[in-house]
């Protein structure tokens, strides 16, 4: 690009010379013309011009377009009324490359193929690259920056599928969207230090450490039923919350991922169940099935040692159970 600029800045500087030459151009075009139209009303034969450069200049005597072959080679310039070039069209070393410009000369898109990849350059009033649009190594893409020039939008499309992604300022991903080879959308929320913290798939909704391992996680089951499931670092359970046939319950895990806890509201009533290490219950309180609150407490073998209940007329009753399961004390 940088050579195209040279040439351009070169044909600026010989078009005032140019423009002190061409009255006698006129004069010479005409001839020039009229021989080849007469060379045209001859039956068989071709005409051919062979020039280093061509210089087009309006009614009024002004430079409008030149043709010339340069050291970056062939290129054509068409000049605006002020005499400021706005369109440059080149074949360079490196392929053709097609410039405009806006009044004050400033390069404010470029059309362009090169060893790398086709490409569509945009740039802002300042001279700074904004949009970027190229076909690289068989994929494309669209970028577009800010005033700076770093980019902070990007689209494009790679084997695993299209994706649109967002950054900051300092160039980290902050927002992905892409669809994958599935066909499935999945719309990613980084952080600053560019791990992705939440994640919302077919799947479900997922929050992340910055460590990337999923910790929360709410999803649809199998049933159409809504789930919530939080892990600890190591991926194991710490509670879930799930909607099931007889009723939402909620389950809270110890440090080993052994469920210790659980509430949950069915057909019967809320009832809370305290667990132990081996899932034996040694703690239950529930509506019972006269519907009145009842505490039961057991033994790691599962077996009632006592329930603290009320009864129909509302007042309060302690049973203390042996091991067997008979009363050994009640009050009232």
Same mark, same amino acid.
């Not at 072959?69 to 310039?77: A, D, E, I, R």
């Not at 369109?87 to 490359?97: F, I, Q």
């Not at 809320?270 to 529930?286: D, I, M, N």
């Given at each position: ?13 010989? $078009? ?16 020039? $013309?009229?021989?080849?139209?007469? !060379? ?24 409008? =377009? ?12 068409? !000049? ?20 405009? @410009? ?19 350059? $945009? ?32 689209? @494009? ?47 479900? @909704? /997922? ?30 359970p710490s509670a879930i919350l799930d909607v099931g046939e007889k009723g939402a319950v909620l389950h809270l895990f110890d440090a080993n991922g052994m469920p210790r806890?659980?509430?949950? =509201? ?9 667990? /132990? =290490? ?7 309180? /529930? ?10 407490? @057991? /033994? ?14 509302g007042r309060p009753g302690l049973n203390l159970l042996d091991a067997h399961g008979k009363v050994i004390w009640l009050a009232p």
């Amino acid at each position: 690009m940088e050579k195209l600029e040279r040439e351009l800045s070169s044909a600026k500087t010989g $078009l005032a010379a140019m423009q002190r030459r061409n009255r006698r151009l006129i004069g010479a075009g005409a001839m020039l $013309l009229f021989g080849c139209l007469a !060379i045209a009303a001859v039956p068989g034969v071709t005409p051919t011009i062979t020039a280093r450069q061509f210089v087009v200049v309006d009614d009024q005597g002004r430079i409008r =377009a030149t043709l010339n072959v340069g050291t970056n080679g062939p290129s054509l310039c068409l !000049i605006d009324m002020n005499n400021v070039i706005r369109a440059a069209l080149n074949v360079g070393t490196n392929g053709p490359r097609l410039s405009l @410009f806006d009044e004050n000369g400033k390069n404010r898109s470029r059309l362009f193929y090169d060893k790398d990849a086709p490409g569509l350059r $945009l740039d802002d009033a300042n001279g700074k690259p904004r949009v970027a649009l190229d076909v690289y190594k068989n994929e494309p893409r669209l970028r577009l920056k800010d005033e700076k020039g770093d980019v902070r939008a990007m689209m @494009f499309v790679d084997v695993n599928g299209p994706m649109l992604r967002f950054q900051d300022t300092n160039g980290t991903s902050r927002v992905l969207i892409d669809v994958g080879k599935d066909g499935c959308p999945t719309l990613g929320l980084g952080s600053a230090q560019g791990n992705v913290s939440t994640l919302l798939n077919d799947s479900g @909704f /997922s929050l992340q450490d910055d460590n990337g391992k999923i910790r929360a996680m709410l999803s649809m089951g199998k049933a159409g039923r809504p789930g919530l499931r939080m892990v600890d670092e190591k991926g194991k359970p710490s509670a879930i919350l799930d909607v099931g046939e007889k009723g939402a319950v909620l389950h809270l895990f110890d440090a080993n991922g052994m469920p210790r806890a659980s509430l949950d =509201a069915n057909k019967d009533g809320p009832e809370l169940c305290l667990t /132990s =290490a081996s899932l034996t219950s040694l703690a239950k309180l /529930s509506m019972g099935k006269a519907n009145r609150p009842e505490l039961g407490l @057991f /033994s790691g073998n599962g077996e009632a040692r006592a329930i603290l209940d009320v009864n129909k007329d509302g007042r309060p009753g302690l049973n203390l159970l042996d091991a067997h399961g008979k009363v050994i004390w009640l009050a009232p």
